[in-house]
């Protein structure tokens, strides 16, 4: 079965700890997304990945770090900077125009 | 700037009571608009993309519709199981990113 999987799904962080959430896509697409959201407020971009070894940052980039080495992982990495990391964050993958989203990680700092 | 707008924010319908969904934008330049289902606690699930106005998709008891300034989604004799909050997210041409309304959280009463 062909799919997006993110891990894990329920992540706790202490505060200044830099945690890293994974996705693995085998839909063979070449584009890779990140997203963050929050109750109340559209997905808001946080990196996106057009190609391997190529990412640019969204909209809300500050905090956070990814990596693009295998067309199949698109890693997020929160650091110890982003002040508000609890958020269920999700990640997605785009054949032609049309994303398809991974099942989600919920982060809660404690 | 871009901006999806999509209302109401909460509908509350009895089962077999058809209605709709607006998603309304303002962009340069649409490329494309998508409609998603996300249950609590999930990813958003992949429904419909739209290109063009006049064009219309559907899917069970879901058809969406598309103008040049707003979509909707009309849910035909809908069931307890279609409660869920609809999402919409549009790209504009030259750029793969998207921007994403706030949603609708549907609830379907038996």
């Known amino acids: 079965d062909g799919g997006i999987t993110q891990s894990p799904k329920y992540l706790f962080r202490k505060e200044g700890q830099n945690v890293t959430l994974s996705c693995e896509q085998n839909?063979?697409?070449?584009?890779m997304y990140w997203y963050r959201q929050d109750p109340g407020q559209g997905l808001r971009l946080i990196y996106y990945?057009?190609?391997?070894?190529?990412?640019q940052k969204g909209d809300i980039a500050e905090g956070y770090s990814v990596s693009r080495e295998k067309k199949e992982s698109f890693p997020l990495t929160v650091t110890s900077a982003q002040k508000n990391p609890t958020a269920f964050y999700l990640c997605?993958?785009?054949?032609?125009?049309?994303?398809?989203f991974g099942p989600g990680t919920r982060l809660t700092v404690l | 700037e871009d901006q999806v707008t999509q209302s109401p924010e909460a509908l509350r319908l009895q089962e077999g009571e058809s209605s709709s969904l607006n998603c309304s934008y303002t962009?340069?330049?649409?490329?494309?608009l998508f409609w998603y289902r996300q249950d609590p606690g999930k990813g958003p699930e992949f429904l419909f993309t739209?290109?063009?106005a006049g064009e219309e998709k559907e899917k069970e008891r879901l058809k969406a519709t598309l103008t040049k300034k707003e979509s909707f989604l009309h849910i035909t004799a809908p069931k307890p199981e279609d409660s869920a909050t609809y999402l919409c997210?549009?790209?504009?041409?030259?750029?793969?990113?998207?921007?994403f309304g706030t949603g609708t959280r549907l609830k379907v009463l038996a």
């Open positions: 997605a993958s785009r054949q032609t125009d049309t994303q398809y």
């Open positions: 839909l063979n697409h070449d584009a």
């Open positions: 990945s057009q190609i391997v070894n190529d990412f």
């Open positions: 962009v340069s330049g649409l490329r494309g």
């Open positions: 739209l290109y063009s």
């Open positions: 997210a549009v790209t504009t041409s030259g750029t793969y990113k998207y921007i």
